[in-house]
């Protein structure tokens, strides 16, 4: 045994390094392979041309999320484009023989939604995805992160990677959040601390009592949006909550398989003594709801406060940055950012499409209806998540307010499917990323958790879910 | 299978923004293609053009006169920040461009860009700046990246210095690509599953039925 403390991403590191040359990188095993329709057309062209073929099948799971309409099913795509990329991903599953969760599975959905409902994501394991959103399954104590397509052709070819060995960076975050302040919130606050470049050449590891007291969920809310803080990873040691999660899907290890792999994930967590490379602290007690005002995610502030000054910056290049976020999402310096009225709200995404985060939007919404003129979509996270919500009702209650239920796919996250905001129009979003087009070309977004999405919508501007009627018990409202 | 990374001399495209995202670099609206032609015309292209497809007013700093054929581009802090996607660095080489100089990549970039023959080399922020002045002082000025040397070569005669991964330079300088070294590594890795077994099986048939 290694008597140096490790940490858990050393430790994962250590029991996948395959070979290491001098002066090349590591060669690092793949436990998990996922694949979707839009970053691999490319890879699995390359594999026919070199004559390679797909090492292990069996390791690799492929789904369709990305440019797949929302609307009902029995209805065709609407974009060529988009129905000749999912017929590509169709026809190289079935000629290397992956696992395709498609149109029209019980499984389909979200590529980082899937992998955690199906028990395919699991503690101390590599996962890999050409996506950067990859970073959600770190919530189990897995290792995974988002690759190029030639990096998919590698693994497809392989199952392993080269890389370099991560630098750590301890989040820790402490206290206990408040009523109506949520893991979204959590993510959102260390982004607009550190900036969207602040993790680079990192992983995080989030710790301390106030993730500690999370559901696996919210955990992978905050997971998912390492890479918005420039972190291609971000993990959190595996617990008893995750392995409550875990116990009875359908890939996870049943009978003695099972008591042998917890065993092995008690033994993941970073040691006492561990040192990491980069460290933050963050209390929970102390924070408000998030919401961005700019053009990237590190532009976020507590939804109490004022959009920030150019004048006030401190240097030039951050001056100009706020000039043109401010411009573009045509805002001005010291205005509230409470009131701005918004014209769409969308809740969904692999941030936030599960079903805990739908949950807590219907008891929000519930006896209430959108604000007149608000168009509010919501968009399961997969067709498990939208079976779930609809055996609870959710969806009804979504109807009642106004909002439109839709079927699940990353929709207005990524706005490649149809679904996007208008030129100017104002949104508030529960997906990941705000930056200039990104839900449309010329759509202003909002970044910010489920309840303040649902608040917002009702008031039909940007509102302050801490005011909600009974939000302590709405807040209570969760899941695994 | 890439040409072999040579030492070359070009003018610069100046693009003094931090934080530039994928989604500018290539609008995801671009990757509905399942091979690589065209992205040439998605580089930037919501700030090259409206609604309309026609070219916003002033030009963007691609359009203007006399920035056709320049190989560098000069940028802000932090280049490549968000998606993974790896039409970036496609859009960006379809384009001619052959080198990114910043401060600094998101690494998803970063390593997509080394695989595609687009160096991006990083510089700290007093050579950044200077590069900036010297190219708005002179908008003709040429820089010669010399990769071999790990160097850029200013009007002066001056050179600066950047580091690169070192195998990455090999890759880029031998042309070759990584994943022939990865095949050429598949006993080893086999070897090494022959030791661990999979930790998972993604078939239906190997799903627990309740």
Redesign the interface.
């Known amino acids: 045994m290694d008597p140096r403390p490790r940490t858990l991403v050393e430790k994962i590191w250590d029991d996948h390094v395959?070979?290491e040359d001098e002066?090349?990188?590591s060669?690092l095993?793949v436990?998990?392979h996922l694949v979707h329709e839009?970053?691999s057309?490319?890879a699995f062209?390359?594999l026919r041309e070199?004559g390679?073929t797909v090492r292990?099948?069996?390791?690799?799971?492929a789904t369709a999320d990305?440019?797949v309409p929302t609307t009902p099913r029995g209805l065709p795509f609407l974009?060529p484009?988009?129905a000749?990329?999912v017929q590509?991903l169709d026809a190289n599953c079935r000629e290397f023989r992956i696992?395709l969760h498609g149109i029209g599975d019980p499984s389909q959905g979200i590529v980082h939604v899937i992998g955690p409902q199906?028990g395919?994501t699991?503690p101390?394991?590599t996962i890999v995805c050409?996506?950067?959103h990859?970073s959600t399954h770190g919530a189990f104590g897995a290792l995974a992160f988002?690759?190029?397509?030639?990096?998919v052709?590698?693994v497809l070819?392989?199952?392993?990677?080269?890389q370099?060995k991560p630098r750590t960076y301890e989040v820790r975050v402490d206290g206990a959040l408040v009523p109506g302040v949520s893991a979204k919130d959590i993510i959102l606050a260390l982004i607009a601390r550190i900036g969207?470049?602040g993790g680079?050449?990192h992983v995080f590891e989030y710790r301390g009592e106030a993730i500690r007291a999370l559901t696996m969920e919210q955990r992978m809310t905050i997971c998912n949006m390492s890479?918005e803080g420039?972190a291609?990873a971000g993990l959190i040691a595996p617990d008893d909550t995750t392995f409550e999660y875990l116990d009875?899907r359908?890939?996870?290890p049943?009978g003695p398989a099972w008591d042998a792999a917890v065993e092995a994930w008690r033994a993941l967590p970073t040691d006492d003594g561990a040192t990491f490379d980069r460290s933050v602290v963050i209390d929970a007690s102390a924070l408000e709801p998030m919401v961005t005002y700019g053009t990237?995610p590190?532009m976020g502030i507590p939804i109490t406060s004022r959009v920030p000054d150019p004048a006030a910056a401190t240097d030039a290049?951050t001056r100009?940055?706020l000039e043109?976020a401010l411009e573009y999402m045509d805002l001005r310096p010291g205005q509230a950012i409470l009131g701005q009225p918004v014209d769409v709200v969308f809740i969904g995404s692999c941030t936030n499409g599960r079903i805990s985060d739908l949950r807590l939007a219907a008891a929000a919404l519930k006896g209430r209806h959108v604000a007149d003129g608000v168009r509010m979509m919501i968009v399961p996270g997969s067709d498990e998540v939208k079976r779930e919500a609809e055996r609870e009702g959710l969806h009804e209650v979504f109807r009642a307010a106004g909002a439109e239920w839709r079927e699940a796919g990353c929709s207005m996250c990524?706005?490649?499917n149809g679904d996007q905001l208008s030129?100017g129009q104002y949104a508030v979003s529960t997906s990941n990323?705000n930056?200039?087009?990104?839900q449309g070309?010329?759509g202003r977004t909002f970044l910010a958790s489920p309840l303040t999405a649902a608040a917002s919508a009702v008031a039909g501007a940007v509102a302050d879910p801490r005011l909600l009627p009974g939000i302590e018990a709405v807040a209570g409202i969760g899941g695994r | 299978m890439p040409e072999p990374y040579r030492s070359f001399a070009s003018k610069v495209v100046p693009l003094?923004?931090?934080?530039i995202?994928t989604?500018?670099i290539v609008?995801?609206?671009f990757?509905?293609?399942?091979?690589?032609a065209g992205l040439a015309d998605a580089l930037f292209r919501?700030w090259r053009f409206d609604?309309n497809g026609c070219f916003l007013e002033p030009l963007f700093v691609l359009d203007r006169p006399g920035m056709a054929g320049r190989a560098i581009l000069l940028v802000?802090?932090?280049f490549g920040?968000?998606?993974?996607?790896?039409h970036a660095p496609w859009a960006l080489a379809a384009w001619g461009i052959r080198a990114v100089i910043s401060t600094?990549?998101?690494?998803?970039f970063r390593?997509?860009a080394l695989?595609?023959g687009v160096l991006p080399i990083a510089v700290d922020p007093e050579t950044h700046a200077h590069l900036f002045a010297l190219v708005e002082d002179d908008p003709e000025s040429e820089l010669r990246i010399d990769l071999a040397e790990q160097g850029i070569l200013l009007p002066d005669g001056t050179t600066v210095e950047f580091d690169v991964?070192?195998?990455a330079k090999?890759m880029l300088l031998r042309g070759t690509?990584?994943?022939g070294?990865?095949?050429e590594?598949?006993p080893?890795?086999e070897a090494?599953?022959a030791r661990?077994p999979?930790?998972?099986?993604?078939?239906?048939e190997?799903?627990?039925?309740?």
Do not use: C
Not at chain 1, 435 to 438: H, L, N, Q, S
Not at chain 2, 31 to 36: G, I, Q, R
Not at chain 2, 206 to 210: C, F, I, L, Y
């Open positions: 395959v070979a002066g090349a990188p060669v095993a436990d998990l839009v970053t057309p490319q062209t390359g070199r390679l292990h099948p069996e390791r690799t799971v990305h440019s974009d484009l988009a000749a990329q590509q696992p199906l395919l699991q101390g394991m050409g996506d950067s990859t988002g690759i190029g397509t030639s990096e052709e590698m070819a392989t199952q392993a990677l080269l370099r969207v470049g680079t050449g890479i420039g291609r009875g359908p890939h996870a049943h990237n590190g290049s100009r940055a043109r990524i706005a490649m030129p990323r930056f200039e087009g990104r070309k010329g | 003094k923004r931090d934080n995202d989604d500018q609008p995801a609206r990757l509905k293609v399942t091979d690589k919501d609604e802000g802090d932090n920040t968000g998606s993974s996607r790896e600094g990549y998101a690494d998803i390593s997509n695989k595609n991964d070192t195998f090999l690509d990584e994943i070294y990865l095949v590594k598949l080893t890795i090494w599953e661990h999979a930790r998972v099986d993604t078939r239906p190997a799903a627990a039925r309740d």
